[in-house]
């Protein structure tokens, strides 16, 4: 895939992924492709009303910032999709 792909891996691994962590929750990928970014929020995110916020605020520009066409899919909660994989292949 495109550059694109590479610099939304490192936004979502650099970025996206301590940020959710620090703040108790734990990130997922469901989908990414070049037309999609289906992603997932588990842990402290599971319900929380605040979840709005951090997509809209943090998640969604941090990721147009590197792909501006790219469509983003938010989904919360302790169950996850069949296909979800950590954002981070090892946590520290």
């Given amino acids: 895939m495109s550059g694109e792909y590479t ?3 490192q936004v979502l691994e650099a970025v996206l992924e ?3 962590r620090q703040d108790g929750g734990e990130l997922f990928v ?3 492709d070049d037309l999609v970014l289906a992603l997932h929020l588990r842990g402290k995110f599971s319900g929380c009303p605040g ?3 951090a ?3 943090v998640i969604e520009p ?3 910032a590197v792909a501006p066409r790219l ?3 938010v989904s919360a909660g302790e169950l996850l999709p069949g296909s979800a994989r950590p954002c981070r ?3 520290p």
């Fill in 71 to 73: 469509r983003v899919i």
């Fill in 18 to 20: 301590p940020l959710v």
């Fill in 51 to 53: 979840n709005t916020l």
């Fill in 7 to 9: 610099s939304v891996e």
């Fill in 89 to 91: 292949q090892s946590s």
């Fill in 30 to 32: 469901v989908q990414h």
């Fill in 55 to 57: 997509i809209r605020r």
């Fill in 62 to 64: 941090a990721i147009r």
